[in-house]
């Protein structure tokens, strides 16, 4: 079935160092792909997402490029904010029975310290 | 607009009690989704509603736990006879059509967490 690992985590970073955070997925089809993000105590919130091969999804300075040929969907910052800190989920949109469901990774918990 | 909404925010039960979770979705969205977050379980799909179709229950794990939606929006997930392994924080979400374009992204209410004693 369809599956998304996730870079281990917890993740610790210096205001404004650059982020990566891996993401590779296993999947038949075409899904498309999301990171989202919870901050704490706040429900999960879609950060940016992709659909076909090679597209770049952006949004608050975030950034992920769907990589078909490496089946992943790194996440990028290049200077990361003490207001980042939150876990990241990254997640694969694709049809299992009648759903169109997403499958998640574990989730990666950011920290960054000011 | 109004995002997904979500009732109760926290619910204290004893084992073997049922409880009702509900869920009213963005205006619009045909498509539901429970799902449950726990620790060392991750996020886990537990069952999907589209429009009027049956639903796709697949993830549910037991026959204690079961849903509906009534009128196409608001849907309830019951589970019954409580065990404290029960015990997560049950999310719901709702996506758009597809024919509006969407890339079957989904939007989710603030969560609902459940503790079994």
């Known amino acids: 079935g369809d599956s998304v690992t996730q870079m281990e985590g917890p993740v610790t970073l210096s205001e404004e160092a650059f982020l990566t955070i891996n993401c590779t997925y296993t999947a038949t089809g075409y899904p498309s792909l999301f990171w989202y993000v919870q901050y704490p105590g706040e429900g999960l919130q879609l950060l940016l997402k992709?659909?076909?091969?090679?597209d770049k999804g952006s949004n608050k300075g975030f950034e992920a490029t769907y990589r078909k040929e490496t089946t992943s969907f790194h996440l990028e910052k290049g200077s990361v904010q003490v207001s980042d800190s939150a876990v990241y989920f990254c997640?694969?949109?694709?049809?299992?029975?009648?759903?169109?469901?997403?499958?998640f990774g574990s989730g990666t918990q950011l920290t960054v310290l000011p | 607009g109004a995002g997904v909404s979500q009732s109760p925010s926290n619910k204290v039960t004893e084992k073997g009690k049922d409880v009702e979770l509900r869920c009213d979705p963005i205006s619009g969205h045909t498509a539901l989704y429970w799902y449950r977050q726990s620790l060392g379980q991750g996020l886990e799909f537990l069952i999907y509603?589209?429009?009027?179709?049956?639903?796709?229950k697949s993830g549910l794990p037991s026959d204690r736990f079961s849903a509906e939606r009534t009128g196409g929006s608001v849907s309830t997930l019951t589970i019954q006879r409580t065990q404290q392994e029960d015990s997560a924080v049950y999310l719901c979400?709702?996506?758009?059509?597809?024919?509006?374009?969407?890339?079957?992204?989904?939007?989710f209410g603030p969560g609902t967490r459940l503790t079994v004693t």
């Open positions: 509603f589209q429009g009027n179709s049956a639903p796709d």
């Open positions: 992709a659909t076909k091969a090679d």
């Open positions: 997640a694969l949109s694709s049809f299992s029975g009648s759903a169109r469901q997403l499958t």
């Open positions: 979400a709702s996506s758009p059509p597809v024919s509006s374009g969407s890339s079957y992204e989904q939007y």
